[in-house]
């Protein structure tokens, strides 16, 4: 691997170099042809110029010039350092890379060359990242981008490009912005289905559903940040391990580490700012036991991975988090440098687009979010509650415009008898209150029906809605002193057409 140069070995500078280059150019469309002859001689010079121009590129740090054809639109990436006072760094970066003995003077410029390394390495955007994950010190972001380089060179990120490339049924060479309109999210790939069939399949907690853990569905309306969306329940660490599924999973992991590299390089070209994703994980119901069994060194194997994608998450909000996981959190955090502590937000459940700044069109059902767009992954999961002994727990599913008419399918299970006392299901649809009717603070109630449960596990039954509103499902655990752990399903399983 080429040695590491820094800025002030260089001969010559960029700006010089173009300077010159300038003015020979407009010499050159300034000095029309007297004759035949001079106009001869005059592209005969030219042509002099050009080889000079070829020459001083392969030998200075001129190759940076070629990069910017290769690494996409610089000026975007260097309007968003002006932007944010690092384009200083930035350009001394830049120049150590491609100048004569720097880490990409001798890589490729064609798929085919050795050393090729696709727009997404190479751009301004990538050199960013690496700029701002280390605090802006160009040494250290040299450091980090060199140690990248040989990860990429010693691992297989060019065949996991390669197969998500193939995946949205695009030529190698296709424009990035093409390729992230079609290419698959790598939990939904084939070549995982053994993690979704086996490590996440149907249990006792989610019948008849084998489905990711994690989805990406969307986008932040202010930022343009990729939101990624995670049940943390099921994501069933130990059993990962236990199945000899880790090795499967590291590889889904670096898919996700490439696919992202590629998104959010075309999200920032799009918005000419630098983009992150945006991460929202379920914490509901997770305790310690997620990370047993060799769940916690699955993730610590992880994080030695994705340390060579710096600047991908831009932040991370745990919801469902409840009281005593705010306190805990609040105090674990503080271990936590500010930098990453200032990346990390807590929810309580409960008006969560609110709390997270998004429309509830945004969210997905299971969130309290209205949402179709998860209806085959995350809002296909069974919600787990527990219903204290004489206490109630309940769901809501908010019915829109659109879905008037549409069945809606609701399902309960882990019911049964508790030391002789019955668990009972109340099912009530809120129509959605008129502007007047909302101003006094009521709205229609609909019952529709209320099931005692002696001797059953489950009730599945479907509601079709004739107007707005919410359909809220109640548990009543009637037992003095037990509580009783259920689960959840609401969801929409067809169209008012079909209906």
């Known amino acids: 691997m080429a040695t590491l140069a820094q800025p002030s070995e260089r001969a010559t500078s960029v700006d010089s170099f173009e300077s010159s280059r300038a003015g020979s150019v407009e010499v050159a469309l300034n000095t029309p042809p007297a004759s035949a002859e001079p106009a001869k001689s005059a592209a005969h010079g030219a042509a002099s110029q050009r080889t000079e121009f070829e020459e001083a590129a392969a030998a200075l740090d001129l190759r940076m010039l070629r990069g910017e054809t290769v690494g996409g639109e610089w000026a975007k990436a260097e309007a968003d350092a002006h932007r944010v006072g690092d384009a200083t760094a930035l350009r001394d970066m830049r120049q150590a890379l491609w100048c004569e003995g720097g880490l990409l003077a001798d890589r490729g410029y064609l798929p085919k060359e050795p050393g090729y390394l696709p727009p997404e390495a190479v751009s301004g955007w990538k050199l960013l990242r690496f700029l701002r994950g280390n605090g802006g010190s160009v040494p250290k972001a040299l450091e980090a981008y060199e140690k990248m380089l040989r990860f990429r060179d010693e691992g297989r990120v060019a065949e996991f490009r390669a197969a998500l ?38 249990d006792e907690a989610s019948p008849e559903v084998g489905v990711p853990p994690v989805v990406q569905v969307g986008s932040d309306p202010e930022t343009g940040s990729p939101i990624t969306w995670t049940a943390f329940e099921r994501y069933n660490f130990p059993k990962i391990a236990s199945t000899g599924l880790g090795p499967m999973w590291m590889e889904l992991v670096q898919w996700c580490d490439v696919y992202f590299d590629l998104l959010l390089h075309a999200r920032s070209e799009e918005r000419g700012t630098l983009v992150r994703r945006r991460d929202v994980v379920d914490i509901q119901n ?73 429309p509830a069109s945004v969210l997905p059902r299971r969130l309290g979010g209205t949402s179709n767009d998860f209806t085959p992954h995350l809002d296909a999961l069974f919600l787990p509650r527990d219903v204290p002994a004489r206490g109630t727990v309940a769901v809501r599913h908010e019915v829109v415009e659109t879905d008037v008419g549409a069945p809606v399918e609701w399902e309960v299970i882990g019911l049964g008898v508790l030391d002789g006392w019955a668990v009972r299901v109340g099912i009530e649809f809120f129509t959605k209150p008129s502007p007047e009717a ?19 596990n489950s009730i599945r039954d479907s509601w079709i809605p004739e107007a707005p509103g919410s359909l809220s499902i109640t548990v009543y655990n009637d037992s003095m002193i037990q509580s009783k752990h259920v689960s959840f399903r609401i969801r929409k399983i067809g169209t008012a057409a079909q209906s």
């Open 165 to 202: 490339v193939e995946s949205a049924g695009c030529s190698p060479d296709a424009p990035i912005d093409q390729i992230v309109k079609t290419m698959v999210w790598p939990y939904f790939h084939p070549k995982f289905s053994d993690l979704v069939e086996q490590a996440w399949g149907p």
């Open 286 to 358: 997770v305790g310690l036991s997620a990370l047993s069994g060799g769940g916690l060194a699955l993730l610590r194997k992880m994080e030695s991975l994705t340390i060579h994608y710096p600047e991908c998450i831009g932040h991370t909000d745990m919801v469902n988090f409840g009281s005593v996981g705010v306190a805990l959190w609040s105090a674990a955090s503080m271990l936590l440098p500010k930098a990453t502590r200032e990346k990390f937000s807590t929810h309580n459940a409960g008006h969560l687009a609110e709390s997270l700044g998004f």
């Open 438 to 456: 909302s101003a006094a603070g009521y709205g229609a109630v609909v019952v529709v029906g209320e099931v005692a449960t002696p001797k059953i």
